[in-house]
């Protein structure tokens, strides 16, 4: 196997490993990283790893990414990951006992619909399938270097526990993670604020979502209180993060087929564009997929560009509050990988192209080659409404009594538009429905069901701090809890 070496979309800088870049979030010339090639998994490779667990099927994916960790050391973080204690959540009536397992809804327009059930970690989100994978990365790295780091977070509920539940108890490690004062659903508030652990300082900001990001923005552009604390960030660019979503595409296609070839297509419920780039990423390493449907909520920035070719920022205040709040973005931040690759990785043309995003607020590829590759690279996409995602969750309660959460439910809507006869559908779930109460009891008339290790969540003590909308308060602060 040739090294993977990885650098910059935007061309800048030399050559880096996996190691180098496991705790960076942006390269340095503002690009995101990629590997320079995508290994690749023949027929034959992926037929003999039809019977793995997850986590040995998680280890061969991996090694090939992160070839700089001997792979003996790479196999335990695997396994001390993927266990069932860490991602044994599963939904109420769910005894599958597996990772991440994969549920046939039935038959649709003459193909098989399945739902790819990724919410079993300890927030009940698809996320941890990753973050989990990158606490015990950092931690390992951390230790190899001879380093600690400090995380400092924004969060509106979901990343922010799931890097919290990632990151407690591990050594070298220390989480401040700011969210809106009041702001967050009982249900993610209780979640969060539970965790007891030396590390994990949760601080609830007083002001909107919006002021947490730009405290944490104006903290980390202080280059010289950056280094003297060592702070780094966990957000959905960091590329380890996309690598750890890439498995369960291979896992998914493995369970769902029976012999070399079969393609399968895949919905997405989208936001920043990470868990269907990790798709994207699965196929170009030689997974036969043949549709990956990105499927977005009423901020349709990526349905607008799959459609037209142009792709157009929102600004944060036309960004519209919805029912699926993790698919509300502006900007989708990891779509800059795959437009690198639709220009064919050529990092002077990327750059102009986000040069010219952040100064006219748009990209156009309509009528370029490089539009012409999104069909070559199998995407479509669709846009689904509150009243899709009630009506969707409705119509799967009743076809198949099984309640889906509401970002899931835009995957499903979107998935259903373009189902072809004989490939089958797999759509990917990316939340219980117990994270989000109000809707399913809109769409169903009752609340939904919690996992057992979930009951009595909001009674539990809380551990957290209320403080100011000040930069300065928190740097303080930072500068105090990690002294010593
Ligand atoms: C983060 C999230 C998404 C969006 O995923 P991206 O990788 O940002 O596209 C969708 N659904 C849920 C429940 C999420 O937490």
């Keep these: 196997m040739d090294a993977v070496h990885y650098t910059s979309t935007r061309g800048g800088g030399t050559p880096r490993t996996f190691s180098e870049i496991l705790l960076e979030g942006l390269a340095p010339d503002g690009g995101l990283y990629l590997p ?28 090939r990414f992160c070839d700089d960790i001997p792979l003996d050391d ?16 599963a939904r109420a009536g769910d005894d599958s006992a597996e990772i991440a397992p994969l549920h046939l809804l039935g038959e649709e327009n003459g193909t098989q619909l399945f739902l790819l ?13 990753a973050m989990q994978l990158l606490g015990n990365l950092f931690e390992y790295q ?11 977070g924004a969060t509106s509920g979901d990343t922010g526990s799931a890097a919290e539940y990632a990151m407690r108890g591990k050594h070298g490690i220390r989480v401040f993670m ?99 780039c990790a798709g994207h990423v699965a ?101 689904s409404t509150h009243a899709d995602r009630v009506a ?10 099984i309640t889906v959460d509401p970002h899931t439910a835009d995957g499903l809507k979107v998935a259903r538009e373009h189902l072809t006869p004989g490939i089958p559908m797999i759509a990917l779930e990316t939340a219980q429905p117990a994270k989000f109460g109000a809707i399913i009891d809109e769409a169903l008339g009752h609340p939904p069901e919690r996992p057992h290790s979930f009951e009595g969540l909001e009674a539990r003590e809380q551990h957290f701090e209320v403080v100011p909308n000040d930069v300065d308060t928190i740097k303080r602060l930072i500068v105090e809890r990690t002294a010593g």
């Design 283 to 383: 196929r170009m390493m030689g997974l036969p997929i043949d549709t990956l449907v990105v499927a977005t909520n009423e901020n349709n920035v990526l349905d607008e560009f799959f459609t037209t070719g142009v792709y157009r920022m929102r600004p944060p205040a036309d960004t519209f509050h919805t029912s699926s709040p993790s698919m509300d973005i502006s900007r989708a931040s990891n779509f800059e990988r795959f437009v690198f690759d639709l220009v064919e990785r050529d990092p002077v043309q990327l750059a102009d192209l986000y040069r010219a995003l952040d100064t006219d607020g748009y990209i156009d590829l309509s009528g370029t080659d490089a539009f012409a590759r999104v069909a070559e690279f199998g995407f479509v996409s669709g846009t």
């Design 142 to 152: 951390l230790a190899r270097v001879g380093r600690e780091l400090t995380i400092l």
């Design 36 to 63: 320079d090639h995508y290994p690749q998994v023949s027929a034959d490779e992926l037929e003999s790893w039809r019977f793995l667990s997850y986590a040995d099927l998680a280890t061969e994916v991996l090694a």
């Design 74 to 89: 790479l196999r335990d973080i695997v396994h001390a990951t993927y266990t069932p204690e860490v991602f044994g959540n």
């Design 392 to 401: 969707t969750i409705r119509s799967i309660d009743a076809r198949y009594g």
């Design 178 to 276: 700011l969210s809106p004062h009041g702001r967050m659903s009982p249900f993610q508030v209780a979640q969060m604020f539970s965790l007891n652990d030396p590390n994990i300082v949760n601080l609830a900001v007083e002001g909107v979502f919006d002021d947490c990001q730009n405290i944490v923005k104006r903290v980390t552009e202080d280059a010289a209180f950056k280094v003297d604390h060592s702070i780094g960030v966990v957000n959905s660019i960091n590329w380890a993060r996309i690598v750890g979503q890439v498995i369960y595409y291979f896992h998914a296609w493995l369970r769902a087929t029976d012999g070399p070839g079969q393609a399968v297509s895949f919905t997405v419920p989208s936001g920043n564009f990470g868990n269907v």
């Design 117 to 129: 059930a990724l919410s079993n970690g300890p927030t009940l989100a698809f996320k941890d399938l």
